[in-house]
Antibody, heavy 121, light 111 residues
Framework: EVHLVESGGVVVQPGGSLRLSCAAS????????MHWVRQGPGKGLEWVSL????????DYADSVKGRFTISRDNSKTSLYLQMSSLTTDDTAFYYC??????????????WGQGTLVTVSS | QLVLTQSPSASASLGASVRLTCTLT???????IAWHQQQPEKGPRYLMK???????IKGDGIPDRFSGSSSGAERYLTISSLQSEDEADYYC?????????FGGGTKLTVL
């Protein structure tokens, strides 16, 4: 059974930095691309970033480009999101998600339960 | 620009059927999409991937009551025999090179 467990969400001040983690199990982690998706309070889902199965390719939403860095450690079956220059607009639940496609990407097919990041002074 | 449009809300009675619509921007009418469900206070759940020809691949454990279909640039999610636990937000989602896009979501109320 696929399990994705996010951690690292806390209250952080504007301008601060934070690293989120996602522990994955129940599938061949190094065969699948992974996503981060966020949801601000009362808002819809917003895709944040994507990393290929081997970590060689990454993509970002314009809203986070240059501030967030996605990475993975296949030996630890873990996904990360390094966030910097945080603003109140980054306040959201952050979800880790596995892609449906082996060695490609198109849609998440398993989601974690999310971790809450609050940016506030 | 790749955009998905959904109506903000929909409602239907317990036991009835409802069809939710997701519209792709012109020029992207052949794109496949996915549907995701988010029940209150929960994380999203993948329902199905839906191609432009209407063929779809459902997620693990998704009941037969959930089905998908396509017509032109529109993608549909039909839920039959509505149950109280179907009251949720439903998001369509698609992708292109270097980008993943979500629709704004439809809040489904089961009366």
């Amino acid at each position: 059974e696929v399990h994705l467990v996010e951690s690292g969400g806390v209250v952080v001040q504007p301008g601060g930095s934070l690293r989120l983690s996602c522990a994955a199990s129940g599938f061949s982690f190094d065969d699948y691309s992974m996503h981060w998706v966020r949801q601000g309070p009362g808002k819809g889902l917003e895709w944040v970033s994507l990393i290929s199965w081997d970590g060689r390719s990454t993509d970002y939403a314009d809203s986070v480009k240059g501030r967030f860095t996605i990475s993975r450690d296949n030996s630890k079956t873990s996904l990360y999101l390094q966030m910097s220059s945080l603003t109140t607009d980054d306040t959201a639940f952050y979800y880790c998600a596995k892609d449906i496609l082996r060695r490609g990407y198109n849609t998440p097919d398993y989601w974690g339960q999310g971790t809450l990041v609050t940016v506030s002074s | 620009q790749l955009v998905l449009t959904q109506s903000p809300s929909a409602s239907a009675s317990l036991g009835a059927s409802v069809r939710l619509t997701c519209t792709l921007t012109s020029g992207h009418s052949r794109y496949a999409i996915a549907w995701h469900q988010q029940q209150p206070e929960k994380g999203p759940r993948y329902l199905m991937k839906l191609d432009g020809d209407g063929s779809h691949i459902k997620g693990d454990g998704i009941p037969d009551r959930f089905s998908g279909s396509s017509s032109g640039a529109e993608r549909y999610l039909t839920i039959s025999s509505l149950q109280s636990e179907d009251e949720a937000d439903y998001y369509c989602q698609t992708w292109d090179t270097g980008i993943v896009v979500f629709g704004g979501g439809t809040k489904l109320t089961v009366l």
